[in-house]
């Protein structure tokens, strides 16, 4: 029963430094979204991928890209971090219009 | 922006206690969703609501989606600590599900 499984759980980078937080899901779902989270703000949506082979922007994309790699896979890329970016993101899937599931978060800070 | 507000933003009370948290909007959702998140966990669904007026009982939770499908309120009989944690409402504001969330509501329940 894993769900939504999202690696690493924690991470530190220093600006400017790139990297990839992963997610995966093992539920079949067909969408796949990335959320991060920051005090005061709730969840705020910064890509999606409505199905395998289809991304878009959310609310918060600039500074972020994405790939869907499979059905399971939605993967979420920081090309230059800025400490503006220091946040919990969250992946989620979920069938089209039902609920989605969500992973416990990545909790990125940069320095 | 915040499309939908939550009020109020933290709740503290004695086990026991009823308390009401309200969700928001200008805008018309075709469906609404109330998550809880503990910490160091993503948020977990609790209700979908869909129909305006609906009401939904969970145990001692008790939802409700206004006539207009502009606002919902999610109420708690008899709190207790188990019930501590932050409420996140969510309107889906498209065919296929896509959320916006509320800031969120931090609910204390002590002993």
């Known amino acids: 029963n894993a769900g939504v499984t999202q690696t690493p759980k924690f991470q530190v980078l220093k600006t400017g430094q790139s990297m990839t937080l992963q997610c995966a899901q093992d539920?079949?779902?067909?969408?796949m979204y990335w959320y991060r989270q920051d005090p005061g703000m709730g969840l705020r949506l910064i890509y999606y991928s409505a199905s395998e082979g289809t991304t878009d922007k959310g609310e918060v994309p600039n500074g972020y890209n994405v790939s869907r790699l499979n059905k399971r896979e939605f993967s979420l890329r920081l090309e230059s971090a800025a400490p503006s970016q220091t946040s919990v993101y969250f992946c989620a899937s979920s069938e089209i219009d039902q609920p989605q599931h969500f992973g416990d978060g990545t909790r990125l800070s940069i320095l | 922006t915040q499309l939908l507000e939550q009020s109020p933003q933290f709740l503290s009370i004695q086990e026991g206690e009823n308390l009401t948290v309200y969700c928001n909007s200008s805008s018309v959702f075709s469906s609404l969703q109330w998550y809880r998140q503990e910490p160091g966990e993503g948020p977990v669904l609790l209700v979908t609501v869909v129909t305006g007026g609906e009401v939904k009982k969970l145990k001692r939770l008790t939802f409700q989606f206004g006539d207009a499908r502009k606002d919902s309120s999610l109420h708690i009989t008899a709190a207790q600590p188990g019930d501590t944690g932050l409420y996140l409402c969510a309107g889906a504001t498209d065919s296929w599900g896509k959320l916006q969330f509320g800031a969120g509501t931090q609910v204390v329940v002590t002993p």
């Open positions: 539920m079949n779902h067909n969408s």
